[in-house]
């Protein structure tokens, strides 16, 4: 089983070695009730260009119960990992342009198939470098979010695909002192800048300290209004804090879109939770995108951690899935592959699960308002209530 799991998921782990009944039953524990899978829906060409450029294509359909005044208000996401192209010592350009006609191409097999809303992992444009502590020459591929040159192709793909775009890049602000910000570019699916999202929460922990390279975002919690639902876009290590699903949530979004890059031996058991959880306790559609790979670079840098001087960052384990309002998902993408996960949503089931669990009428929010008020203060007076003194 660990070969199979290294290899590609946990799903096909199960599969390989669980009678067809007792599977079944697994999952439905495991996963919630089960999604549908319409990969023989997909075009021949799709199948195709998956096979033929060596990326994983998964294809599956949350359905709602259909209803007598509402129509199904139906939407297919899309998510794309990938591994970086060229190695890090290529020069920039190289393996910017690299990784541009590696999207593009993986894009075009997305709109094949018929996605809507697509989103690719955190700073799709780059390696990983932040882990690095190294500034220069990685910084020189921050771009602009408004023209930059991934913005301006993503805006190409996306009036030509009739395709909302998710780009989430490390971003150069010009008109703000040149500083750097992590951030997820919205591009409507007529090719219209809609505006940007930046990553509110900066990890400090092992390699993870990007606050070496940008500030916590002050964007706040948008929400964007498509053509073809309302999105919000929680940055990488924002999965981890549920205020900030929360406020998203709150704020209106149907779907919220995770885009990612974590690596296994830091965060894969909380994986397959946080997305998850965050669709449960919000109402609402998740999408959880992790990039694969293991990137090297030319020097050795260390995470104050006690670990040893080392090269790489560790394995990008993949493993993208959307979770919905009820709580099942997607089986997820491999965990070493590149991929494109396809998923036909209806949105009607978000109001449908708030109707029947009622979190949104029974979370007590002037409370927690009002304790969060007291705690933000500066004075705050836990109340811990303690024994009688004998």
């Known amino acids: 089983m660990a070969s199979i799991l290294a290899n590609h998921s946990v799903e096909a782990a199960l599969e390989k070695y669980l009678p067809e009944e007792e599977l079944k039953e697994v999952k439905r524990v495991l996963y919630g009730r089960p999604v549908e899978d319409i990969g023989s829906e997909l075009p021949q060409e799709a199948h195709q260009s998956a096979k033929d450029h060596n990326f994983a294509l998964q294809a599956y359909r949350i359905a709602a119960p259909p209803e007598q005044i509402r129509s199904p208000r139906l939407v297919k996401i899309g998510l794309i990992q990938n591994a970086i192209v060229k190695p890090t010592t290529a020069p920039l350009q190289e393996q910017r342009a690299a990784i541009h006609e590696r999207i593009k191409l993986i894009t075009e097999c997305a709109a094949q198939a018929g996605v809507k809303i697509l989103c690719f992992q955190e700073a799709w444009t780059t390696p990983f470098f932040f882990c690095t502590r190294e500034k220069y020459p990685w910084v020189e591929l921050a771009e602009s979010a408004e023209d930059g040159l991934s913005t301006k192709l993503c805006q190409e793909l996306a009036k030509q695909h009739n395709m909302v775009i998710i780009s989430p890049i490390l971003e150069r602000d010009s008109e703000n002192m040149d500083i750097l910000a992590n951030t997820a570019v919205v591009i409507d699916n007529h090719g219209v800048v809609m505006g940007k999202s930046r990553k509110n929460h900066i990890p400090r922990v092992g390699d993870f300290n ?39 949530a709150m704020n209106g979004a149907e779907v919220i879109f995770n885009p990612s890059a974590t690596v296994g031996a830091l965060s894969e058991p909380m994986w397959p939770i946080e997305a998850r959880n965050a669709a449960i306790a919000n109402s609402v559609f998740t999408c959880a995108i992790n990039r694969v790979g293991t990137e090297a670079y030319e020097h050795e840098f260390t995470s104050g951690d006690t670990k040893a001087a080392h090269n790489e960052f560790g394995e990008f384990y993949g493993s993208s899935y959307v979770a919905a309002p009820d709580g099942c998902r997607t089986p997820g993408l491999p965990r070493n592959q590149d991929g494109l996960l396809v998923t036909d949503v209806d949105l009607n089931l978000q109001r449908q699960i708030r109707d029947k669990w009622c979190f949104s009428m029974t979370g007590r929010y002037d409370m927690y308002a009002r304790e969060l008020t007291a705690f933000t203060s500066g004075d705050y007076q836990r109340p811990i209530v303690q024994a009688p003194k004998q």
Request: aromatic share 20%; charged share 20%.
């Open 210 to 248: 990007e606050s070496t390279y940008y500030f916590e975002g002050d964007t706040g919690h948008k929400v964007f209004q498509t053509e073809f639902g309302r999105i919000a876009i929680n940055i990488c290590y924002g999965r981890h804090h549920p205020l900030n699903w929360m406020m998203y």
